[in-house]
């Protein structure tokens, strides 16, 4: 049957939250119970995504639907779970999903990847519920046949406690987010307020709400840009993958037109895109056909808009995931503009800064934004794998906070792990954007922290000791006395002043607890030798004695900012006794 020149697709709803919170197990549920649910033929399975038609959605949300007609199709769910297909699914400037659903298991709240997820939503302004998964692992919970209200109010008062303080929890967590957000049932304005809808995906609870309220969502507020024309196909790289007998394939997801097995079409890579013929279009067997292990692909001629499609081709090696595909219908040259437009990072690079590589355009969009949000500079961003160059490239920067790369889902290469283990380039390597940053934080805190006492050792630093009186070791040639830092820090060959001035000696050696010892702080005491002193002339117990400090280094500590108070007060002192002599000392 030809399909109509303009018709309403079904929206793409990406399903995201952190890991074994349940994404998969409600996906299982929807393709079990819509195959259970299905007249033959009705549900299909596309590559990464699984077609859940109106009738099917009819048939499990029972009466909730009843009497209620749609113009939508269906729901097209992404069944590669998680962020990661999310943030690759993309056009320019937003992403591919119409409506997302956030799994959340109830018993366990926000975790790094429910945070990153909400981010990544709000980023690209995706309309998303939440689902409130495992809430029949609440302690006493009791599945009841009914809508999620009554379901409620019929559990048992301690039950039902449990239950709405673990909902209080998660909207507190969604306003500490600035997102508005309730239970479905008490919601008068879906644009302004995110939807809670507790399910159990191992039992199928709340299910048929979910799939009512997502059904809802698009009708009323999705329609106009689901109308699409049935013209040539456009559509988003998926995965890159390698198939025995067929070679390099590419998994797409087509979000509007038609592609057909005898089109020409264009895909972006990380250089120029490539323009190639369809050797074959492949679709997933039907969900009932899928165990049959002896072809996994039926090919098949044409597809249209919404649905997941594997293609043959030639030249696919250098395609990236995320990137866009054109049917070209004699506009070649306009295509291979428009996606060179999309595949670039359109963001300004700064003269220095850290590097950045990742696995997709859309999630290093993502790892870009969240970065720029840190205030981090970005020389370098990249799609692909850490390689050698790249760890040479970034231990070449001359700011050690700059000799860092975050790679998010990728491989560091083994050429790339031998030339990182002869440099002090750090690399983040992690498959969760908000793991990164984390690390990141406790990381440049640390760098600050260990630059600054690199900074300090190179200057002499503001001290003040006390001669203790009872410990004299030696008087002479050279005085060895026990002293008590007050304040700052003394170290060898450091010059030590009395208050009025005079150069007293200078430190040859200190010793704690009988060990030779480099530096002692605040609240140490230690045993140090002087020369060229004597113990009863020069100095005597309870003197009070200073780092002799040159002019120079004393302005650039105090400009430096490092100092504590107690160290600030000492600085100060030092400048009172120079400038009884030289009243520009440190200036």
Known sequence: MATPSKYVRQPIVSVLGHVDHGKTSFLDFIRGSTVAARESGAITQHI????????????????????????????????TPGHHAFTTLRTRGGSLADLAVVIVDINDGFKPQTYESINILKQYKTPFIVAANKIDAISGWQTIDNIAKIRIEKQRPVVKTIFEEKIYDMIGTLFENKLQSDLYFNIADFRKTVAIVPISAKKGEGIPELLMTLVGLA????????????????????????????????????????????????????????????????????????????????????????????????????????????????NLEELIEEIKSQTKIDFELDEQGIMIKA????????????????????????????????????????????????????????????????????????DVIYTIMENYDEWIEKKKAEIERERRQEYIHPGM???????????????????????????????????????IGTIKGMQSENKPVEEAIQGQEVAISIEGVTVGRQIKGEDIFYTDIPGSDAKKIRDMGVLNLDEKDVLNKIFEIKRKTDKFWGM
Not at 231 to 249: A, N
Not at 359 to 380: M, P, Q, V, Y
């Open 465 to 503: 000791i006390k001669f203790l009186p009872e410990y004299v070791f030696r008087v002479s040639h050279p005085a060895v006395i026990g002293v008590r830092v007050l304040a700052g820090r003394i170290k060898n060959g450091t010059k030590l002043m009395k208050n009025d001035g005079r150069i």
């Open 359 to 430: 696995d997709t355009i859309g999630s290093l969009e993502a790892l870009i934004k969240e970065s720029r949000d840190k205030g981090i500079n970005i020389r370098k961003a990249e799609i692909g794998n850490v390689s050698k160059r790249d760890i040479i490239e970034a231990a070449a920067t001359t700011d050690p906070l700059n000799k860092l790369i975050f790679a998010f889902n990728i491989k560091i290469l083994p050429e790339a792990k031998d030339e990182l283990a002869n440099t002090d380039t750090t690399v983040f390597n992690e």
């Open 48 to 79: 990464g995504a699984t077609e859940v038609p109106i009738d099917v959605i009819h048939n499990v949300c029972g009466d909730l639907l009843k009497g209620k007609k749609f113009t939508l199709p269906g729901l097209l769910f992404i069944d």
């Open 219 to 330: 009708q009323r507020f999705l329609e106009e840009q689901l109308h699409i024309e049935s013209g040539p196909g456009k559509g988003s790289v998926l995965e890159v993958k390698e198939e025995v007998g067929l070679g390099t394939t590419i998994d797409a997801i087509i979000y509007n037109g038609t592609i057909t097995s005898n089109d020409k079409i264009v895909i972006g890579t990380k250089g120029e895109p490539v323009v190639t013929g369809i050797k074959a279009l492949l679709k997933p067997k039907p969900l009932d056909e899928i165990r049959d292990p002896r072809e996994r692909f039926d090919i098949v001629k044409e597809v249209h808009a919404a649905c997941g499609i594997k293609i043959s081709s030639p030249n696919l090696g250098n395609v990236v995931p995320g990137a866009p595909i054109r049917v070209v219908k004699n």
